[in-house]
């Protein structure tokens, strides 16, 4: 291809034209620059081409003469350019400050130029550092005495940045000189605010009448209000808020709101440092509405606003997520591999961004914080004391009398003469003033009610006293109380009283936020006896059940929540959820366990625990990963609470069984591992333990401690003492298969479950205590079928050993085999059998076959993986083998489907997940997919920043071929051409390290072969 002078005249003025708009926007935050000029001072006689633009005071003084220098990728400015450049500048006018600004590489020299420009014998040292350029010695010994002296004053700026980081810099200048005049912008609209400026450069650089750009007419065309520019982008693109906020308050809480306007807006804050806040007080006080209202008053100081669950683990993992998928990627299935994303998105993104982490938990929400970026976090928390090292505080405070007086008259629509004494009574504490108006507006309350109301508050409080948790207004309890028997007297004449009554106790010992009312109606009106076996959700066709909700909405005790994510064939109205305060949930915790309502607090919490379990049981069961995650927090608080109370019962075990299981297939299995541990001892210590359950609970134990392979002795002991323990049972189960065809089955499963663990355990150097375990599990097994799952583990495994050995034809066809036979609750098997499928289609080189086998596992496996280790696995394994093939054999179909493969979402779910020292090998396969897309220039920039983060040496054969595959591709992007060139930098990296081809290609499948073996199904409790 020939040299194309346009484009490259075109980049040159580009670049000129981008850096002088910079230095504009730059000058705006000073006092001194009074205008532009584009390419200098229009009038000039001498030289009219030295400089590109220059800055002048109000006087005419030049403040900065500048001349722009654009180079091809690679190239070099040397001392001899340089100094010319220099002379060329000082001798066409007196400037303050002369630079030359480049994108080219520094050359020889230039450093010794610098330091030559501090001299005192200015023209000697300047012979002397040129001396190999006779030219421009020359140039030199022409110059006055003055000149020479303004030499001291020329710089040399080297400019390593891309045009995109320029561009996004002048984004940058734009939003920030908006938000300090008090005007809104987002990311689009400031791109294009940046196309105009960029616009006007060249038209005035085009025509010398215009050549002064005064910053007045500058900031003229940054002030386009909001408006014309929302009209302009069709949208306003500025302070998206991602997640559901709480209602905006009516009254604004002035002195509070100025304090966290002021500490974001400290003006010695350094650029990317995040500023965290605490807000901190009891619960009610005001905290997330204060969060709320910062956001409607500062919307459009950020451009994006994520307000984050904080209250556990789970809820953290669900609004990230919610975050990162806004952010155009993927969220990552595991815990550590998503707190990683979140960091190094938010810590990339150079728009201003704000988090607000709502009812945060210290230990569980620090570490999901990023330290860098441009970016403030706001916490809510009732922790005063610990934890939030980083973070400055505020304590809030009840309401000031004239706020909390004008929330009351705001609920009641006027001003009684009781207001003051109302507010006053109530501490001007807001959750009890939003009551306080409930209870008042469910009456139909007249002026003379509330004095009445008053009094029936006071006496109230005095009986109420022992039920105040510590640090709250007796009143507050008191307010609570008076709506519950509010809400008993309007429920009355529907008999509804009591059911709204009990879901209200449900969802006290539930999380916070997004609970599903039909679970609730379900756990207060449906016993768990009358439920069919392997029943999913139940929906309440009841017409009274919306009545129910519209009840406790009356007094101000809940509201509606976002929905729940879809479900398998659910309607709309079964995803809806409601929110309620953490105080009323204490309050109400309180007077249950007090009172003992309808029936005793460990029915009412089993029954919770059973249809919780059918909801997380039917979402794992379907693959459905954000179900899942909505619902695990409501399990995981359940499960603090019966531990607390010390319920105990085969529907408590189950429940914290299924959790333990999503956390086996999100490979979290430390905590699975406590999980089980947890439903163990329930099931140990009740009088009538599910023996099935409990058995199956001690084997997925065994299961998760071998896929863990902590090296941990004492917890492989404790794995093979419960296998120890399942092994008469299981022998009983098969017993019972005459008589029971059921039985048969269960033990198949059951026995294929605990001989997997246990070879496990054997391999993992548990051998004394594994071996009797080994041989009495092999005999049972041999008078058993094989379960359908354990089939299709076993298929894997062969398949798996075919295609090390090149009998592709037989792997695929035990391949297909398995998934004809395939059984329901197959879980990660049936995409571990359909991956090993696409695997053995690939190296037929049956590109067409593959890529509809692997279409099928996508669907299967869904956008968010619940299965991680089966997503790395064919991503490690199919990216690896496709990415060698783009560059041998039938190049075109490898390379269609490579570029399929690679743009999965799928992918974008596990990257995060593997070790520093491995992550490296997954950016190869961006290097590659540039390569295969023809885009050079990104392969090189991928591939530098690979070069920074190669391991000095190669830990494995496996690590050598991603290493020669690197090199490879980073080869063809330097500028090598077709197959030839592509086999001799494949040559050439064998020969370096030592290795034939064939020894390439054998590290390779030993790298796939290695990482079969580490995947396997996760134990899913039926």
Same mark, same amino acid.
């Given at each position: 291809?020939?040299?194309?002078?346009?484009?490259?005249?075109?980049?040159? *003025?580009?670049?000129?034209?981008?850096?002088?708009?910079?230095?504009?926007?730059?000058?705006?935050?000073?006092?001194?620059?009074?205008?532009?000029?584009?390419?200098?001072?229009?009038?000039?006689?001498?030289?009219?081409?030295?400089?590109?633009?220059?800055?002048?005071?109000?006087?005419?003084?030049?403040?900065?003469?500048?001349?722009?220098?654009?180079?091809?990728?690679?190239?070099?400015?040397?001392?001899?350019?340089?100094?010319?450049?220099?002379?060329?500048?000082?001798?066409?006018?007196?400037?303050?400050?002369?630079?030359?600004?480049?994108?080219?590489?520094?050359?020889?020299?230039?450093?010794?130029?610098?330091?030559?420009?501090?001299?005192?014998?200015?023209?000697?040292?300047?012979?002397?550092?040129?001396?190999?350029?006779?030219?421009?010695?020359?140039?030199?010994?022409?110059?006055?005495?003055?000149?020479?002296?303004?030499?001291?004053?020329?710089?040399?700026?080297?400019?390593?940045?891309?045009?995109?980081?320029?561009?996004?810099?002048?984004?940058?200048?734009?939003?920030?000189?908006?938000?300090?005049?008090?005007?809104?912008?987002?990311?689009?609209?400031?791109?294009?605010?940046?196309?105009?400026?960029?616009?006007?450069?060249?038209?005035?650089?085009?025509?010398?009448?215009?050549?002064?750009?005064?910053?007045?007419?500058?900031?003229?065309?940054?002030?386009?209000?909001?408006?014309?520019?929302?009209?302009?982008?069709?949208?306003?693109?500025?302070?998206?808020?991602?997640?559901?906020?709480?209602?905006?308050?009516?009254?604004?809480? %002035?002195?509070?709101?100025?304090?966290?306007?002021?500490?974001?807006?400290?003006?010695?804050?350094?650029?990317?440092?995040?500023?965290?806040?605490?807000?901190?007080?009891?619960?009610?006080?005001?905290?997330?509405?204060?969060?709320?209202?910062?956001?409607?008053?500062?919307?459009?100081?950020?451009?994006?606003?994520?307000?984050?669950?904080?209250?556990?683990?789970?809820?953290?993992?669900?609004?990230?997520?919610?975050?990162?998928?806004?952010?155009?990627?993927?969220?990552?299935?595991?815990? #550590?591999?998503?707190?990683?994303?979140?960091?190094?998105?938010?810590?990339?993104?150079?728009?201003?961004?704000?988090?607000?982490?709502?009812?945060?938990?210290?230990?569980?929400?620090?570490?999901?914080?990023?330290?860098?970026?441009?970016?403030?976090?706001?916490?809510?928390?009732?922790?005063?004391?610990?934890?939030?090292?980083?973070?400055?505080?505020?304590?809030?405070?009840?309401?000031?009398?004239?706020?909390?007086?004008?929330?009351?008259?705001?609920?009641?629509?006027?001003? *009684?003469?009781?207001?003051?004494?109302?507010?006053?009574?109530?501490?001007?504490?807001?959750?009890?003033?939003?009551?306080?108006?409930?209870?008042?507006?469910?009456?139909?309350?007249?002026?003379?009610?509330?004095?009445?109301?008053?009094?029936?508050?006071?006496?109230?409080?005095?009986? !109420?006293?022992?039920?105040?948790?510590?640090?709250?207004?007796?009143?507050?309890?008191?307010?609570?109380?008076?709506?519950?028997?509010?809400?008993?007297?309007?429920?009355?004449?529907?008999?509804? *009283?009591?059911?709204?009554?009990?879901?209200?106790?449900?969802?006290?010992?539930?999380?916070?936020?997004?609970?599903?009312?039909?679970?609730?109606?379900?756990?207060?009106?449906?016993?768990?006896?009358?439920?069919?076996?392997?029943?999913?959700?139940?929906?309440?066709?009841?017409?009274?059940?919306?009545?129910?909700?519209?009840?406790?909405?009356?007094?101000?005790?809940?509201?509606?929540?976002?929905?729940?994510?879809?479900?398998?064939?659910?309607?709309? #109205?079964?995803?809806?959820?409601?929110?309620?305060?953490?105080?009323?949930?204490?309050?109400?915790?309180?007077?249950?366990?007090?009172?003992?309502?309808?029936?005793?607090?460990?029915?009412?919490?089993?029954?919770?625990?059973?249809?919780?379990?059918?909801?997380?049981?039917?979402?794992?069961?379907?693959?459905?990963?954000?179900?899942?995650?909505?619902?695990?927090?409501?399990?995981?608080?359940?499960?603090?609470?019966?531990?607390?109370?010390?319920?105990?019962?085969?529907?408590?075990?189950?429940?914290?069984?299924?959790?333990?299981?999503?956390?086996?297939?999100?490979? %979290?299995?430390?905590?699975?591992?406590?999980?089980?541990?947890?439903?163990?001892?329930?099931?140990?210590?009740? !009088? !009538?333990?599910?023996?099935?359950?409990?058995?199956?609970?001690?084997?997925?134990?065994?299961?998760?401690?071998?896929?863990?392979?902590?090296?941990?002795?004492?917890?492989?002991?404790?794995?093979?003492?419960?296998?120890?323990?399942?092994?008469?049972?299981?022998?009983?189960?098969?017993?019972?298969?005459?008589?029971?065809?059921?039985?048969?089955?269960?033990?198949?499963?059951?026995?294929?479950?605990?001989?997997?663990?246990?070879?496990?355990?054997?391999?993992?150097?548990?051998?004394?205590?594994?071996?009797?375990?080994?041989?009495?599990?092999?005999?049972?097994?041999?008078?058993?079928?094989?379960?359908?799952?354990?089939?299709?583990?076993?298929?894997?495994?062969?398949?798996?050993?075919?295609?090390?050995?090149?009998?592709?034809?037989?792997?695929?066809?035990?391949?297909? !085999?398995?998934?004809?036979?395939?059984?329901?609750?197959?879980?990660?098997?049936?995409?571990?059998?359909? #991956?090993?499928?696409?695997?053995?289609?690939?190296?037929?080189?049956?590109?067409?076959?593959?890529?509809?086998?692997?279409?099928?596992?996508?669907?299967?496996?869904?956008?968010?993986?619940?299965?991680?280790?089966?997503?790395?696995?064919?991503?490690?394994?199919?990216?690896?083998?496709?990415?060698?093939?783009?560059?041998?054999?039938?190049?075109?179909?490898?390379?269609?489907?490579?570029? %399929?493969?690679?743009?999965?979402?799928?992918?974008?779910?596990?990257?995060?997940?593997?070790?520093?020292?491995?992550?490296?090998?997954?950016?190869?396969?961006?290097?590659?997919?540039?390569?295969?897309?023809?885009?050079?220039?990104?392969?090189?920039?991928?591939?530098?920043?690979?070069?920074?983060?190669?391991?000095?040496?190669?830990?494995?054969?496996?690590?050598?071929?991603?290493?020669?595959?690197?090199?490879?591709?980073?080869?063809?992007?330097?500028?090598?051409?077709?197959?030839?060139?592509?086999?001799?930098?494949?040559?050439?990296?064998?020969?370096?390290?030592?290795?034939?081809?064939?020894?390439?290609?054998?590290?390779?499948?030993?790298?796939?072969?290695?990482?079969?073996?580490?995947?396997?199904?996760?134990?899913?409790?039926?």
């Amino acid at each position: 291809m020939g040299v194309d002078g346009g484009r490259i005249a075109a980049r040159g *003025f580009q670049y000129q034209y981008l850096r002088t708009v910079e230095y504009m926007l730059g000058a705006l935050a000073g006092t001194r620059a009074h205008a532009c000029r584009i390419e200098g001072d229009p009038h000039a006689l001498v030289d009219a081409d030295a400089v590109d633009f220059d800055l002048v005071d109000d006087n005419g003084r030049v403040l900065l003469a500048a001349q722009v220098k654009s180079r091809s990728e690679g190239k070099k400015v040397g001392v001899a350019e340089a100094c010319s450049i220099f002379i060329r500048l000082v001798r066409r006018a007196e400037a303050d400050k002369y630079l030359l600004l480049t994108d080219a590489l520094e050359g020889s020299g230039i450093a010794d130029l610098r330091a030559t420009l501090t001299r005192t014998d200015l023209r000697r040292e300047l012979k002397e550092l040129l001396a190999s350029s006779h030219r421009t010695q020359a140039l030199v010994a022409d110059l006055s005495d003055v000149e020479i002296e303004r030499l001291r004053r020329c710089e040399v700026d080297i400019d390593p940045r891309e045009r995109d980081e320029i561009l996004e810099g002048l984004r940058r200048h734009v939003r920030n000189f908006r938000r300090r005049v008090g005007q809104a912008i987002g990311p689009d609209s400031s791109g294009l605010l940046v196309s105009c400026l960029i616009a006007e450069t060249l038209e005035r650089a085009a025509e010398p009448h215009k050549a002064v750009w005064l910053f007045t007419d500058l900031q003229r065309t940054l002030r386009l209000s909001p408006a014309a520019l929302a009209q302009a982008l069709t949208i306003r693109d500025w302070g998206v808020i991602v997640g559901v906020i709480p209602p905006i308050p009516d009254v604004a809480r %002035n002195g509070l709101m100025r304090a966290i306007g002021d500490t974001f807006s400290a003006p010695d804050r350094d650029a990317g440092t995040v500023i965290q806040l605490v807000l901190s007080g009891p619960s009610g006080i005001g905290k997330s509405s204060l969060a709320a209202g910062y956001i409607a008053a500062s919307a459009d100081r950020y451009d994006v606003i994520a307000w984050i669950d904080g209250s556990s683990e789970s809820t953290l993992r669900e609004s990230f997520g919610l975050l990162v998928s806004w952010l155009g990627v993927s969220p990552p299935a595991e815990d #550590r591999a998503l707190k990683e994303l979140v960091h190094r998105r938010l810590g990339l993104m150079t728009g201003r961004w704000l988090l607000i982490v709502d009812d945060s938990q210290s230990t569980e929400s620090e570490s999901w914080i990023p330290r860098l970026g441009s970016g403030d976090i706001l916490f809510t928390t009732l922790n005063s004391a610990t934890g939030y090292t980083r973070a400055q505080r505020l304590t809030v405070p009840p309401m000031e009398p004239s706020e909390s007086h004008a929330l009351l008259t705001a609920r009641l629509g006027q001003a *009684f003469p009781d207001t003051t004494a109302l507010t006053s009574a109530l501490d001007h504490w807001p959750l009890a003033i939003e009551l306080a108006a409930g209870y008042l507006t469910s009456c139909g309350y007249e002026p003379e009610d509330v004095p009445l109301y008053l009094d029936k508050l006071r006496l109230r409080a005095m009986d !109420d006293s022992p039920s105040v948790p510590e640090g709250y207004p007796r009143t507050l309890v008191a307010a609570t109380n008076l709506c519950l028997a509010r809400l008993a007297e309007t429920a009355a004449p529907s008999a509804l *009283f009591p059911y709204a009554r009990d879901c209200l106790v449900v969802a006290s010992y539930l999380a916070q936020r997004r609970i599903p009312i039909h679970l609730l109606v379900a756990a207060v009106g449906t016993d768990p006896a009358t439920v069919p076996a392997q029943a999913g959700p139940l929906f309440s066709q009841d017409p009274q059940v919306p009545e129910i909700f519209r009840l406790l909405k009356s007094v101000s005790f809940i509201r509606d929540d976002e929905p729940l994510p879809p479900s398998h064939n659910d309607a709309s #109205r079964a995803r809806q959820t409601i929110t309620l305060n953490s105080i009323l949930q204490e309050i109400v915790r309180n007077n249950a366990e007090r009172l003992n309502v309808r029936r005793s607090i460990g029915q009412v919490l089993s029954s919770a625990a059973f249809y919780i379990n059918l909801w997380l049981q039917s979402a794992i069961h379907n693959g459905e990963n954000d179900r899942v995650l909505a619902v695990a927090p409501h399990a995981d608080v359940l499960h603090r609470h019966v531990t607390r109370l010390h319920i105990a019962d085969n529907h408590v075990a189950i429940m914290i069984g299924n959790l333990a299981a999503f956390h086996s297939a999100q490979d %979290n299995n430390p905590t699975a591992r406590n999980l089980l541990e947890a439903e163990l001892l329930i099931l140990e210590k009740i !009088d !009538d333990p599910n023996l099935h359950l409990l058995e199956q609970a001690r084997i997925y134990f065994a299961v998760v401690v071998a896929q863990e392979d902590s090296g941990d002795s004492d917890t492989a002991e404790k794995a093979i003492t419960h296998l120890e323990a399942a092994i008469p049972f299981l022998f009983r189960l098969a017993a019972d298969a005459a008589v029971m065809p059921e039985a048969e089955q269960a033990a198949s499963f059951m026995c294929g479950q605990a001989l997997q663990a246990a070879e496990q355990l054997y391999a993992n150097r548990a051998r004394p205590r594994a071996t009797p375990v080994l041989t009495a599990l092999r005999e049972l097994s041999l008078r058993l079928p094989k379960h359908p799952t354990i089939s299709a583990r076993e298929a894997v495994e062969r398949a798996s050993l075919l295609i090390d050995v090149d009998k592709l034809r037989e792997a695929e066809s035990i391949c297909r !085999d398995s998934l004809s036979r395939e059984s329901a609750g197959a879980g990660s098997l049936y995409l571990e059998v359909r #991956r090993v499928l696409v695997e053995a289609l690939a190296q037929q080189g049956r590109w067409d076959d593959a890529q509809l086998e692997l279409d099928a596992l996508f669907e299967r496996m869904g956008t968010s993986p619940l299965y991680n280790a089966v997503a790395a696995t064919t991503l490690h394994n199919l990216g690896l083998f496709a990415a060698t093939q783009i560059l041998v054999g039938d190049s075109r179909r490898a390379h269609q489907f490579f570029s %399929n493969f690679i743009k999965a979402p799928q992918f974008t779910t596990v990257r995060g997940r593997f070790p520093v020292d491995e992550a490296w090998r997954y950016d190869v396969l961006d290097v590659a997919y540039a390569v295969a897309q023809g885009d050079l220039s990104k392969a090189r920039h991928l591939a530098d920043q690979i070069s920074r983060k190669l391991p000095i040496s190669s830990k494995s054969h496996d690590d050598m071929g991603w290493r020669v595959l690197f090199r490879t591709f980073a080869g063809i992007a330097e500028g090598l051409n077709g197959d030839e060139a592509a086999e001799a930098a494949f040559m050439e990296e064998a020969r370096l390290a030592s290795m034939s081809l064939d020894e390439l290609s054998e590290a390779i499948a030993a790298g796939i072969s290695k990482r079969r073996t580490q995947s396997s199904d996760a134990p899913l409790s039926d």
